[in-house]
């Protein structure tokens, strides 16, 4: 028998609050509910993360005391049905009994009034609750990234937060091996699919409403992938020559590296390598679908296996581990998950991968550093120190027509409808 959406939805969200990533548990949840439901479960699930700072907020205002850890199921339950009342189109009065009957699937009867009072008072109190909200609630950010979004990016913060906050666009790499752009958009509109070509990317398509992807035309055959477009622009700051050998260090799931293979199809070799040798297998599934090939190697990139020759490579491609907050929109667990103590350590991680990758590069070669974050902790700051500590590295300019130029790179910036924030640097081994 399948599960009661909202409650499915309750214990997905607790165990983000638990500690687990979305990504985790949605999955094997998906096939818990009715097949019809699955699109509502994933909306519930990732728009009340969206909003969780805020709705936590409300929460605490309604509730006469925190509930209990082991509670956690009826709290993601209440932060789900303020959700529906707040963000979605469901009437109320729907929203009100939908969330009280899953009290019932989470075999917690007694919560039931609860339910029913807190969400009912929110109705009531709409207006006073949300005028006690600090800056960072009504943002839906958690204190400490919203204090740093506005410490660093002033001028932008407000874009940033919007961005945040918003259903990411699907947007396609068109393989251009395979089919040219223009082609392609052109497919998409005789399938009544409305698109535009992305500004940034020479293979960009924005789909203008999300779809399936094994609806998405030509997908299957490999005629695009599934990537953001800032994404994309790391294959146009790497100068690859026929016959050069390339590296991608930290390369699950693969968009990076097929997009360098469908850019440049002469080049020598393309090294992928991951820590996760199950998300490996995503990059294999990939290059399969792409009809591509690439050695895959596991591998901790602070660590390279001792079978890596020395300068072996002329370029390496370095998309490291980071707070993810320039991807919050895809990943809006980050808003519960990630500390402020988190962004330090992450930096110094950074340094360690950039340690442990150099000594693979040629002398004259090119790494590209790349996070998905906007923090300077863990862009121009972890640049700057590996620079610091080596006499062998020598900072280019990252020229480009997009994005900030920073102390140590180039800085795009999430927007709504557009591509997410990325940090890009280019090192040059003297």
């Keep these: 028998m399948a599960l009661d959406t909202r409650a499915a939805a309750a214990r997905l969200l607790a165990e983000v609050m638990a500690g687990k990533s979305l990504n985790q548990v949605l999955p094997a949840a998906l096939d818990t509910v009715a097949a019809r ?8 699930c990732y728009g009340t993360l969206r909003q969780a700072p ?78 006690g909200l600090d800056e960072a609630a009504r943002a839906a950010h958690p204190a400490w990234l919203y204090r740093a979004i506005g410490t660093q990016w002033p001028a932008h913060q407000q874009q940033i937060i919007a961005a945040n906050n ?19 958009l052109q497919l998409l509109a005789e399938k009544g699919i409305e698109a535009q070509a992305g500004a940034l990317s020479a293979e960009a398509v924005y789909l203008h409403r999300p779809m399936d992807v094994a609806d998405i035309p030509g997908f299957g055959e490999g005629l695009a992938s599934v990537q953001d477009e800032a994404a994309q622009l790391a294959a146009s700051l790497l100068p690859v020559r026929p016959g050069d050998r390339v590296l991608d260090a930290c390369a699950a799931p693969g968009g990076k590296t097929c997009h360098l293979l469908e850019r440049y199809p002469e080049v020598g070799e393309v090294v992928a390598a991951d820590v996760d040798a199950t998300r490996l297998q995503r990059v294999q599934e990939n290059l399969q679908r792409l009809s591509l090939q690439a050695e895959l190697l596991t591998m901790d990139a602070a660590s ?110 999430p927007r709504e409808g557009g591509p997410d924030g990325l940090f890009f640097a280019r090192l040059q081994k003297r």
């Design 304 to 413: 390279p296996i001792a079978d890596l020759p020395h300068a072996g490579f002329d370029h390496v491609l370095v998309d490291a581990p980071c707070s993810a907050s320039g991807v919050i929109r895809r990943h809006p667990d980050i808003k519960l998950l990630r500390r402020k103590q988190d962004i330090a350590a992450m930096g110094a991680q950074q340094v360690d991968i950039l340690h442990g990758l150099w000594p693979l590069l040629k002398p004259g070669g090119l790494l590209l550093y790349v996070t998905c974050s906007i923090l300077e902790l863990e862009n121009s700051e972890a640049i700057a120190t590996f620079l610091g500590q080596r006499d062998d590295a020598l900072l280019l300019d990252t020229d480009a027509p997009w994005g900030e130029k920073v102390r140590c790179g180039r800085q795009l910036l």
């Design 37 to 44: 439901d699955r699109g509502l479960l994933q909306q519930l």
């Design 54 to 131: 805020r709705l936590q907020a409300i929460l605490r205002q309604l509730l006469d005391k925190p509930l209990r850890d082991k509670d956690r199921d009826v709290q993601g339950l209440l932060l789900c049905g303020l959700y529906q009342l707040e963000d979605t189109r469901i009437p109320d009065h729907a929203a009100v009994s939908a969330t009280v009957a899953a009290t019932r699937a989470l075999k917690k009867p007694w919560s039931k009034g609860l339910c029913n009072a807190v969400l009912r008072r929110f109705l009531r109190e709409r207006d006073e609750l949300v005028a």
């Design 166 to 184: 918003s259903q990411p666009p699907l947007t396609l790499r068109v393989n251009s091996r395979q089919i040219q752009r223009e082609a392609y």
